[in-house]
């Protein structure tokens, strides 16, 4: 049986859950549905965004719907016009079989005359952005004084927004009977007081903790100097080839120039702010739906109402001013049951920032160090190696074949791999093996992490492929290996091979063990990372996460990243240092021997 029949909804939702292919309800959704549907009810619910509150909600107000009265029975607002579309289409998903249920969606933007005439033929639900519904009860184009329910969903960013006291005017248009259903990622005082002066005894449902983060979430700060923030952009974007993330800016200012940096080094990048017009901002969010935006770069205004499922990281170039925007920064990733990475990049001025932050998502932030230039090399190298391997090969070449064997004749396997290669590689080498590092020094101490020392670092040909993310590698290698959960750090997922550390003792059991086992059928390749051997001494907190000192230089992302399309096939934007050459030739022994199983 699915799992929504038990919550009491009725068989035209349960068929549309069916063709949606939901399975089983979210946490909030639960815990609300039985509520809203057994009772009229205020209810404040506090879950994370991206959790299914919209589900959460709709399925119950559709239901209660009256359809054979047209009159306005229910109003939804939210922040922003795209959070409104979204609302209303899931509405109209939700509610496909439900005959003569119209939904409207009102907001800013479009034609004020033509939503009030959609409101005329019958609009049973109103899904509206505060500024926009204010301006039409000012008109008289729509009546709310008798509707019976009311939703304020991301009630946090609409006041966030300065939309209180549109939101105190529309409330106090409606009947005080009506009730009331309150959704929010986060409780603070703002919405508190309109709980107290508009609902009556509403029941609270918590996800989780009030005001913490998803679950789903990994937690991670880079340590730069305030120079050098752009260049820790771009390393962590190269350390990630395939990324797919949105980069948080304070001002529009800085949100367009970084975003025409990115542009001009050569990334798939585009800024969204409040200074672009609708058609630029919906033209912007097409393009980043469709994946040809990997790097978005927002404000935090401009970036409510973002619901894409796939983001894999959050990277916050600048932290928020206020520490409780961080919540709905990292919410916009670790959506959907997947898991995400949050990264801030922070100066040592604003250490006191991470500590009151890590206190409102009550999780730990995990220091890490900027990728050094062979660590990006060794992760790209890989990557190119899995991206040569699953290529999908055009036949059309078939008829060229034997002239291009002719010109390779001379070339053996060994060095026929090297020069395919390395046509893609050598840019980022020459490039990489020349920079220099840019992490500042580590704040580990003055955070009070216990020292370990002998760490050591694993590169195994397993990844994103073969359904892993970050969390279920470690669970796998802490039960294959035996060993407990803080033994596992430091586990970092690419596409087709991951790296993870453990303290030097467990080294003999992990090579042993791991190079004896088959995942499918597949022969698992365990490897020592060659370029961590001088540099495995490590910190760690109570929980097991590895805080390296600045001589340390490990890296780990959730994902990869293309790099097509660089200015002379080279990424630009630092300065250069200096590296051995042989490091190459080792890169490449290695992804040899990783591939022969």
Known sequence: MNKFEQLGLNESLLLAIKDLGFENPSEVQEKAIPILLEKDTDIVALAQTGTGKTAAFGFPLIQKINVDDRRTQALVLSPTRELCLQITNEIKQYSKYVKELHTVAIYGGANINEQAKEIKRGAQIIVATPGRMQDMINRGMVNIKNINYCVLDEADEMLNMGFYDDITAIL??????????????????????????????????????????????????????????????????????????????????????????????????????????????????????????????????????????????????????????????????????????????????????????????????????????????????????????????????DSYLPAIEEVLIDLSKEELIKRIVSVEFNRFLAYYKKSRDISAETSSNRRGEIPTDGAVRYFINIGSRDNFDWMSLKDFLRDTLELGRDDIFKVDVKEGFSFFNTDAEHVDRVMNTMNNIRLEGRKINVEISKNDGSRNQGRRDHGGRDRRNSGNRERRGNSDRKFEGRKDGKPSGERKGRRSNDTEKGFFDRAKRSRRS
């Not at 980069?247 to 949100?255: A, H």
């Not at 600048?318 to 049951?337: F, I, K, M, N, W």
């Not at 040592?348 to 995990?366: A, G, V, Y």
Request: include cysteine; charge should be neutral.
């Open 172 to 397: 106090s248009d409606t009947p005080d009977e009506k009730s009331t259903w309150l959704f929010s990622a986060t409780m603070p005082q703002e919405v508190a007081r309109i709980a107290r002066e508009f609902m009556r005894k509403p029941l609270e449902i918590t996800v989780g903790h009030k005001n913490s983060g998803s679950q789903n979430v990994s937690h991670e700060f880079y340590l730069v100097n305030a120079r050098d923030r752009y260049a820790a952009l771009k390393r962590l974007a190269d350390a990630n080839p395939d990324i797919f993330s949105v980069v948080f800016c304070r001002t529009k200012r800085d949100t367009q120039a970084i975003a025409e940096k990115l542009i001009e080094d050569g990334y798939n990048a585009a800024a969204l702010h409040g200074d672009l017009s609708q058609a630029q901002r919906d033209a912007v969010m097409k393009s980043f739906r469709g994946r040809q935006i990997q790097m978005l770069v927002a404000t935090d205004v401009a970036a409510r109402g973002i619901d894409v499922d796939d983001i894999t990281h959050v990277i916050n170039y600048q932290l928020p001013d206020e520490v409780e925007t961080y919540t709905h920064r990292s919410g916009r990733t670790g959506r959907a049951g997947k898991s995400g990475t949050s990264m801030v990049i922070v100066t040592k001025s604003e250490l006191r920032k991470i500590n009151q932050i890590e206190k409102i998502i009550k999780t730990k932030f995990e220091e890490k160090p900027i990728p050094s230039g062979i660590e990006i090399c060794e992760i790209q190298l890989f990557h190119l190696a899995n991206k040569i391997k699953d290529v999908e090969i055009d036949h059309e070449i």
